[in-house]
């Protein structure tokens, strides 16, 4: 009798593990095959953005590392944009400023005529460290808004700008021909991420700097 009951609940058993397992199955099957397969992946700095073609050009973050981005592949890559809105973050701020290095005083851009990088050394006036997206000095409250930057003072010949990403803001002097430059030169574009299959083609586009977990 003993052997009768442990040979049915082992059956029983049985029976349990396999639905679980048939339960699992069906589950996974129904969300691979509801989702979408994007395939590959690229993110980077945007230089620019045209509304009217559909298309974002970006440097490549080498590193996909929000704490420690590194934008130095070239040539550029533009792809062009899903036309299903649903597909499509928020339109990217461009800008040409790659890499803020505060330790020795210099800014790295990509100037778009020569379609290469440019390394610029300035002299600093100020720096103030750990400004944080919602401090006074980077954003009124009274309107809720962010501060304009970059700021140039062409007669006091200084540039302020500020890093979200590294929580610095900084005022410093260049040559009087670096002045003369669109303020775009001094900003950092956003960053971005394009799901794609085929080259140059982004079936989804996401602006990971307007998410809340995103500093750059």
Do not use: H
């Not at 058993?13 to 691979?32: G, N």
């Not at 973050?61 to 934008?71: F, Q």
């Not at 700008?161 to 030169?185: C, N």
């Amino acid at each position: 009798m003993k052997t009768k009951k442990l040979m049915e609940r082992r059956n029983a058993m049985i029976k349990k593990c396999i639905l679980i397992a048939l339960f699992c199955l069906t589950a996974a099957a129904l969300i691979f095959g509801c989702s979408k397969d994007y395939g590959k992946v690229d993110q980077g700095r945007v230089i620019d953005f045209d509304r009217e073609k559909g298309t974002v050009t970006l440097i490549r973050d080498l590193k996909t590392d929000p704490g420690n981005p590194e934008y130095t592949q070239l040539p550029p890559l533009t792809y062009t944009l899903p036309k299903n809105y649903g597909d499509v973050g928020s339109e990217p701020k461009t800008g040409y400023r790659m890499k803020l290095d505060a330790k020795k005083s210099q800014i790295i851009i990509f100037e778009p005529n020569v379609k290469n990088f440019k390394t610029i050394d300035y002299k600093l006036i100020k720096k103030t460290d750990g400004v944080e997206k919602d401090d006074p000095f980077v954003y009124d409250k009274a309107t809720g808004k962010e501060k304009e930057f970059p700021v140039i003072d062409k007669s006091a010949k200084t540039i302020t700008i500020y890093s979200r990403r590294q929580k610095i803001l900084t005022t410093f002097a260049v040559a009087d021909e670096y002045l003369e430059l669109p303020a775009k030169t001094w900003e950092a574009g956003d960053d971005v991420r394009i799901d794609y299959k085929e080259d140059g083609k982004a079936l989804r586009f996401t602006n990971i700097s307007r998410t809340d977990s995103y500093n750059k």
